[in-house]
């Protein structure tokens, strides 16, 4: 399933969220031909938002029992990029987490990238507040983690799944910019964003990084960051091994 990741990235939308209309979009169809092909049950939950009209959005909800949920956005900015380290390797890692841990609630979100601003995790979040997905303990969302393994940071927020992440495995903690996470702690859901990084290479640390961060010693190399929405986001730049690692070895163990 991992290697799925070419695949994926070979499917282009018409570009960012607001501009596929009023049908499923190729991504979007994609998905939901993978879950049919490995019987993965799913729920397509079609909404509207009032400022992008004429628009439809989805967020594809594979549901499960445990209360813990794992999030990861499926709408791109460029369809010329292969976008596939935002976010198309996390949507083939969230739903191999569904594989490995069928009772987490996974929920691919539409609407995550500018000028969308989150669209797709207020629908869950408002659809969670109201109990429609059951208990919820807390949100794991996954953005770029295409490559780096179980080398890996998350965001500065103060909640216990911070915590638990933390205690479980001493990574760093760096504060992010908008991701879905915001979205979900905004509406009093705890959740927390992660993100692998693979090891450092000198030719990146003078123009990407003053301050080096560290994972158990391993300098990360942030510079796979800035590659989001242009074509430096290829599937060159990933890694379907790194992908598995991060999912079996990290992901697992944070979700048992």
């Known amino acids: ?12 939308n018409v570009g960012g969220a607001h501009k596929n209309g009023l049908n499923i979009p190729p991504r979007v169809s994609w998905i939901l031909n993978i879950l049919k092909q490995n019987n993965i049950e799913y729920i397509l939950d079609e909404f509207e938002v009032k400022r992008f009209q004429n628009n439809k959005f989805y967020n594809v909800v594979l ?3 445990n209360g813990k949920f794992v999030t990861a956005h499926h709408d791109i900015v460029n369809p ?4 596939a380290n935002d976010n198309s390797a996390s949507v083939i890692n969230a739903i191999m ?3 490995n ?3 987490t609630t996974v929920i691919l979100l ?5 000028p969308m601003a989150g669209v797709g995790s207020q629908r869950a979040s408002e659809m969670m507040n109201s109990g429609e997905y059951g208990k919820v303990d807390w949100v794991l969302n996954f953005e770029l983690t295409g490559k780096g393994g179980r080398h890996f940071f998350i965001g500065n927020y103060d909640n216990e799944l911070n915590t638990h ?3 479980l495995f001493g990574c760093p903690v760096v504060q992010t910019p908008f991701n879905d996470a915001t979205v979900f702690n905004r509406n009093g859901i705890v959740s927390t964003v992660i993100n692998p990084l693979p090891p450092i290479s ?4 003078s123009k990407f990084q003053k301050e080096i961060i560290s994972y158990d010693g391993t300098p990360l190399d942030f510079s796979i960051l800035y590659n989001c929405h242009s074509l430096e986001d290829s599937v060159s730049t990933i890694s379907p091994k790194d992908m598995q690692d991060f999912v079996e070895m990290v992901v697992v163990k944070i979700l048992s």
């Open 1 to 12: 399933m991992y290697k799925k990741i070419y695949d994926l990235c070979s499917i282009k």
């Open 63 to 65: 549901p499960g029992t």
């Open 80 to 83: 010329l990029s292969d976008n």
């Open 97 to 99: 987490t569904k594989i």
């Open 101 to 103: 841990s069928p009772e």
């Open 110 to 114: 539409d609407g995550e990238e500018p």
């Open 165 to 167: 992440i933390k205690n």
């Open 202 to 205: 000198d030719r990146y640390e």
